[in-house]
């Protein structure tokens, strides 16, 4: 299998949005439209992968984090890691990771990524920590605020752990 790793084309939108259709996940082509217009005006990076010509799963690079503790420090934040189903456990994940954590490594010393925390995301999590990410050590987020002990929580893909990998 051929694998080839670009940076996304505002043309790629549609064809992207109708392979996620096509596996049950409603992505609509405005948002890679929204990501190609924030890759053009450098607010991110977003790479997609295609095997043999196929499109098979796309990440990000944001420059300027939307979680505060990143934002604070500068840490670019590598966002929306999603591979088609279809091409997963064939090493994509991982060379869309090598080169958003190459592109980041251009501008920063440090990258860092959010992961869920229900089996939906085991998979991304063992990745990450075999990457060599580890937790920021300030603990679960969600909307705005860290949890606390006794706070309850739903369980759902809004609770994020947070993660930094020294990049060199």
Do not use: C
Request: net charge negative.
């Amino acid at each position: 299998m051929n694998i080839h790793i670009r940076s996304l084309e505002e043309a790629d939108a549609a064809r992207i949005s109708r392979a996620f259709l096509e596996q049950g996940w409603n992505k609509t082509s405005e948002l890679y439209e929204r990501y190609a217009a924030e890759q053009r005006e450098g607010a991110r990076v977003t790479l997609i992968a295609e095997a043999d010509g196929a499109f098979a799963g796309y990440i990000n690079v944001l420059w300027e984090s939307d979680y505060p503790a990143f934002r604070a420090a500068g840490i670019p934040e590598i966002s929306d890691l999603n591979v088609l189903v279809k091409f997963q456990r064939l090493g994509m994940a991982s060379k869309l990771m090598d080169h958003a954590e190459q592109a980041i490594a251009e501008r920063s010393t440090e990258a860092g990524i959010g992961v869920g925390l229900f089996s939906d995301y085991g998979p991304a999590q063992v990745l990450y920590a075999r990457r060599g990410y580890i937790p920021d050590g300030r603990g679960l987020y969600k909307e705005g605020k860290y949890s606390r002990y006794g706070d309850t929580e739903v369980i759902d893909d809004d609770l994020v752990l947070y993660l930094t990998k020294r990049l060199r």
